[in-house]
């Protein structure tokens, strides 16, 4: 076996724990209200305070991963991981799983940069689709199927043993690692800029809260801690761009966005995140609301495009090496942009075989914009640059998730409160019409956006490395 493909199988096998992590709890989250006796936003920060972990430490990943070896990243970052599943499958209050929580997120937030730098060494620009797309089965399948495993093992087991349940897995891949992992990136070892690291931790961590904040504070965006907390996010990730300007080795080189395709990259992929994350959250609402499903049928629906989508990555991969990104970008783009168009127009009369279709066809398009967009991109830069392109794209998706989710969330809010405006007393079934009308408006401005990402996508070209012009 090649050693490429040797390394890729022991990243994948513990990237697909994880990433599997992200979604095991979501079932789970009802339950661990009744067992440790708190509400809804307390529960909430299992999933707020990952998120939160994640996003504080990419931008540090740049510099680590010239730091340490790769089997050095991988094991600590897996044992970080592995520790932190054990305090949480053993907690016995919340505080202490919140704990074991956040430092799981410790190990996946520096592990995903980590494992898509070493890639770019790894592989040469013409294998790099097919790489980045079987990473990109586990990135998708995963998250996937997590909903649906936490089912299963809540009901027969408990949720304790969404924990335990992972445990042989990571200490198996460890194991691997330990065996046959062999390093690959180049240890520098650059001044690390401690100011930096504070400035970006805190820059992102109060951007991805202000912005994850606006659906439940009173008042959204005008809620003055809400207002506040993007205010103080956005100025400290200002002063921490330009002190990037004036460091001899920056901790973030921001010299990335020179590169044309990976600035139109990390804008088109942005797009697609915002759209991807936002749709998660607002179709189901609407399918449960005004259409009346369960979250169970709910779930059906959505599982075809989901699984679909982990299932044409490598696929996606394969065809972004023969045919280059715009053939797959720009008609993705566009199936896109009529899978937002169709959904600012739905009703509740509309068959659920023409949402699992429009689901479908929502999932192939993110499936042909996502790896294409970010790889092209990453081809552009040099490779002193991997460290910092990987870092910056890693960071984009928690800040455009956040962003997008609360945008659409205020827009289909507003919508559905002035659709209700003059109604005193509201029945279920006119909640459910002004509902309609605020998903309306939502996908409008999804429509919108889109079309903006496609009009980009008509500039990109494929990239070439500076090494080889």
Do not use: C
């Amino acid at each position: 076996m090649k050693k490429s493909n040797l390394i890729m199988i022991i990243f994948m096998t513990g990237a697909f724990f994880t990433f599997l992590n992200e979604t095991l709890l979501n079932i789970a989250l009802t339950e661990l209200m009744h067992y440790f006796e708190i509400d809804a936003p307390t529960v909430q920060w299992l999933a707020t305070g990952f998120m939160l972990v994640m996003g504080m430490l990419m931008p540090l990943s740049a510099s680590l991963v010239q730091w340490f070896t790769t089997r050095q990243m991988f094991i600590g970052l897996m044992s970080i991981f592995l520790i932190g599943t054990l305090i949480a499958g053993f907690s016995v209050n919340f505080p202490m799983l919140l704990a074991g929580r956040m430092i799981q997120a410790a190990g996946t937030g520096l592990l995903i940069p980590t494992i898509m730098t070493a890639m770019l060494l790894l592989f040469e620009p013409h294998e790099r689709g097919k790489a980045m797309g079987n990473f990109g089965l586990v990135m998708m399948f995963a998250p996937a199927i997590g909903p649906t495993l936490s089912g299963i093992i809540v009901d027969l087991l408990g949720w304790r043993w969404l924990f335990f349940v992972v445990v042989p897995f990571v200490i198996g891949s460890i194991l691997l690692a330990l065996r046959y992992l062999e390093n690959v990136t180049e240890v520098t070892r650059p001044k690390i800029d401690v100011l930096s690291g504070l400035l970006s931790s805190l820059g992102v961590a109060s951007v991805i809260y202000g912005f994850s904040a606006v659906g439940t504070s009173a008042g959204g965006f005008t809620n003055p801690v809400v207002l506040a907390t993007i205010i103080l996010g956005t100025a400290a990730l200002i002063i921490f761009g330009l002190r990037q300007r004036t460091l001899a080795e920056p901790m973030l080189d921001l010299a990335v966005f020179k590169y044309t395709n990976y600035s139109r990259g990390m804008v088109i992929f942005a797009v697609v995140v915002m759209a991807m994350f936002a749709s998660n959250i607002v179709m189901p609402m609407y399918l449960q609301g005004p259409m009346m499903f369960s979250a169970k049928i709910v779930g059906m629906i959505l599982l075809p495009g989901a699984l679909l989508n982990g299932f044409l990555s490598p696929v996606m991969g394969r065809i972004f090496d023969t045919i280059g990104p715009r053939k797959m970008i720009i008609p993705g783009m566009l199936v896109l942009a009529l899978v937002m168009f169709f959904y600012s127009v739905i009703h509740p009369g509309i068959s659920v075989v023409i949402f699992i279709i429009a689901h479908i066809l929502l999932m192939i398009s993110i499936s042909m914009i996502m790896m294409p967009s970010n790889t092209n991109a990453l081809n552009q830069l040099p490779k002193r640059l991997y460290p910092h392109g990987t870092a910056i794209s890693n960071m984009m998706q928690p800040l455009a998730g956040a962003m997008g989710v609360s945008l659409f969330i205020t827009i289909m809010t507003s919508g559905q409160q002035k659709a209700l405006d003059g109604i005193t007393k509201p029945t279920t079934a006119q909640i459910n019409d002004a509902l309609t009308v605020g998903v309306h408006h939502a996908y409008w401005f999804a429509t919108a956006l889109v079309v903006a990402g496609l009009i980009m996508s008509l500039f990109i070209t494929r990239s070439v490395p500076p090494e080889e012009q």
